[in-house]
């Protein structure tokens, strides 16, 4: 039977936001920007034929993109208690870049945190607990198994055109608490995705201060983070289950890189 009959009829759900100058970013990491550095007519063929192409300058942990384990260390260490000053330079991380991370081609579960409370995004400053995360698994009929990808909605990729909300300046930013954290790596997630700059809970005026599920899931549990993903038309279908299609750029060295997650949802 043909691998391909398997997905007539199935439904792609684009999870990257678009990536453009101006477009909210941490202020921990180098601005994106994309600039045309030949456009159409400086050089003609013979043919007459042109090209135009860009030059363009970004962090790896800029838009939505995977968190590689090397990319955060507790009192000099990363993940696997290997000493982070060991493994850096200025080529980029000797072990646990970007480039490391296996192409995630599995199963998705979305917890819509947002339906639990009945809105359509959670307040800023929210911190979901692991309450919230059973409930969600309750009200969708599904629940996280070993190995899986779990993305968590709080709604917060449609304030993506708020700048300043979106970036916490207007009172902070939902998301998981360490023991929103510590729910997860129970229940055996191989990687755990969500809307916000930081798959943080962030409180007002805190800024990121401090990123305690950073510490629990890439240090201590090897468990890599997908940060600043689209998930409003994947919240608004009310699909909790998918295939997800997850592969970073391969850029060896980096602690993170730009990745288009793709959901691939059954007809």
């Known amino acids: 039977m043909s691998l391909w009959r398997h997905l007539d009829g199935s439904r792609i759900v684009d999870l990257a936001q678009p990536m453009r100058t101006g477009m909210p970013q941490s202020p921990n990491h180098p601005r ?33 993109h995977v968190d590689a384990l090397g990319h955060v260390s507790q009192d000099g260490y990363v993940h696997g208690e290997v000493e982070a000053a060991g493994i850096q330079s200025h080529q980029g991380l000797s072990r646990l870049g970007i480039e490391t991370f296996t192409p ?27 309450e919230d995360l059973e409930a969600a698994t309750h009200k969708a009929g599904v629940r996280p198994r070993a190995g899986d990808a779990v993305l968590i909605g709080t709604g917060w990729s449609r304030e993506w055109d708020r700048p300043a909300r979106f970036m916490g300046e207007e009172g902070g930013v939902p998301g998981p608490g360490p023991d929103a954290a510590r729910w997860l790596v129970e229940q055996g997630v191989a990687v755990a995705g969500g809307e916000t700059i930081a798959f ?34 994947l919240l608004s279908l009310g699909t909790p289950e998918f295939l997800l299609i997850l592969n970073p750029l391969p850029i060896v060295g980096a602690t993170g890189a730009p990745v288009r997650p793709l959901a691939v949802l059954a007809a």
């Open 200 to 233: 943080e809970h962030i409180a007002a005026g805190r800024g990121h201060s401090t990123l305690p599920v950073h510490r629990i899931l890439l240090v201590e549990a090897g468990v890599h983070i997908v940060e600043t993903m689209r998930l409003t038309e």
């Open 104 to 130: 995630y081609v599995g199963r998705g579960v979305l917890l819509d945190v947002t339906a639990v409370h009945g809105v359509d995004v959670l307040p800023p400053g929210y911190e979901v607990t692991p």
């Open 32 to 64: 994106f920007r994309m600039v045309i550095e030949r456009r159409h007519g400086d050089m003609v063929r013979e043919d007459g034929g042109s090209a135009a192409n860009e030059v363009i300058l970004t962090g790896g942990h800029v838009g939505t």
